[in-house]
């Protein structure tokens, strides 16, 4: 299977740009910022809540890092103004974290305070491990310094993730816990599928455990029902917690915790650079060439089957 993923992200590029919009269309809320906001309207009226995006590329120089800080902050006066259930969910090298730190941290904090000024919230989504600890440094900074509407991304994939978990334990962090989805080295990273889940749910209990709000972020079934177990053994309310999973992907799921009576959180991405972020993803983690490709090809053979989120 891993030689078909590699295969398929090989191919991508060659494949017209069209056909990778068709693909990508289901997972992207679409290029503009008003594209997000009219699925985020869709999966409001459905009871579910959601986390916006901007997609970015990789950028160079500090007025990049700072024109994405001025999307996000549209994103948030948007929110606002059009009521939405919705926060923001960004990534610090965006925010120009490769550049320096003090532009990142300029950026990040102007957003963490426009964000508590209109009661919203900023989730600082967790990139390639050579990030985590600057990105796990700058949240406990706003956090001391008194920044609360702001949360971090944990990885299970990450061997650390139990002992940052501790670390930050003082903090009650508010946390999104997801597999990870860059392929880290062995000596760093759990490799084994199982190992992986094993980790996820000693993370979640030991983040529970600590009091933290956590967002449950998977599609993997097994971890949906550890995550049901673990909330209702602590006998956590509906808004001591959530699960969260990405638009288009194995939409059923939601739909199932929604009705079950469990807060979803759904991530939305947009922006223009779609095309380069969704090969970018694909070349740094070919696992999800394949999941895509299995999607489409299901989608294909039983059209009615799964009409999707948000009818998309
Ligand atoms: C809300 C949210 C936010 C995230 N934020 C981060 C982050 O900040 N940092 C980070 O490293 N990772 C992040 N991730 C990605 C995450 O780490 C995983 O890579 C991804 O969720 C797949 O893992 P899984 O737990 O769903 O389990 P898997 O076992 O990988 O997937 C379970 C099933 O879900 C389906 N599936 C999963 N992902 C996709 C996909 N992309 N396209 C199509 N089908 C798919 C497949 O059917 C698969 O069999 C986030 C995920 C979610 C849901």
Redesign the pocket.
């Known amino acids: 299977m891993a030689i078909l993923d590699r295969a398929l992200v090989t191919l991508l590029p060659a494949i017209p740009k069209p056909v990778v919009r068709r693909l990508a269309e289901r997972?992207i809320a679409g290029p503009e910022l008003e594209d997000a906001v009219r699925v985020v309207r869709g999966l409001n009226t459905g009871a579910k809540l959601a986390?916006i995006d901007v997609l970015g590329e990789e950028i160079t120089h500090a007025d990049e890092a700072r024109a994405i800080a001025g999307a996000y902050h549209d994103v948030l006066e948007t929110i606002d103004r059009e009521r939405l259930d919705a926060n923001v969910s960004l990534k610090l090298t965006g925010l120009g974290l490769e550049l320096s730190l003090d532009l990142c941290r300029e950026n990040l904090e102007s957003l963490v305070v426009d964000a508590a000024a209109r009661g919203n919230f900023v989730r600082i989504?967790?990139?390639e491990s050579s990030t985590t600890d600057d990105t796990l440094a700058l949240y406990r900074e706003l956090r001391e310094g008194g920044h609360d509407r702001v949360g971090v991304?944990l990885?299970a994939t990450l061997k650390r993730t139990l002992a940052d978990v501790d670390a930050l334990a003082d903090l009650r962090p508010n946390v999104?816990l997801?597999?990870?989805?860059?392929v880290e080295p062995a000596t760093i990273a759990f490799r084994e599928f199982e190992a992986v889940r094993t980790n996820f749910v000693r993370v979640l209990d030991a983040l529970l455990d600590a009091g933290c709000y956590v967002g449950i972020?998977?599609?993997?079934e097994w971890?949906l029902e550890q995550g049901r177990r673990a909330v209702a053994e602590r006998g956590l309310g509906r808004d001591e917690y959530e699960f969260?999973?990405?638009l288009g992907?194995?939409p059923e799921l939601g739909d199932e915790l929604v009705s079950e009576g469990h807060r979803l959180?759904i991530?939305v991405p947009f922006g223009m650079h779609w095309y380069e972020y969704s090969l970018r993803r694909l070349q740094e983690?070919p696992?999800?060439a394949g999941?895509?490709a299995?999607?489409t090809v299901g989608r294909l053979l039983h059209p009615l089957r799964n009409p999707g989120q948000n009818g998309r």
């Open positions: 997972y986390t989504d967790m990139e991304v990885q999104r997801c597999k990870g989805i860059y972020a998977t599609h993997d971890l969260q999973t990405l992907v194995r959180r991530y983690n696992k999800i999941y895509v299995a999607d």
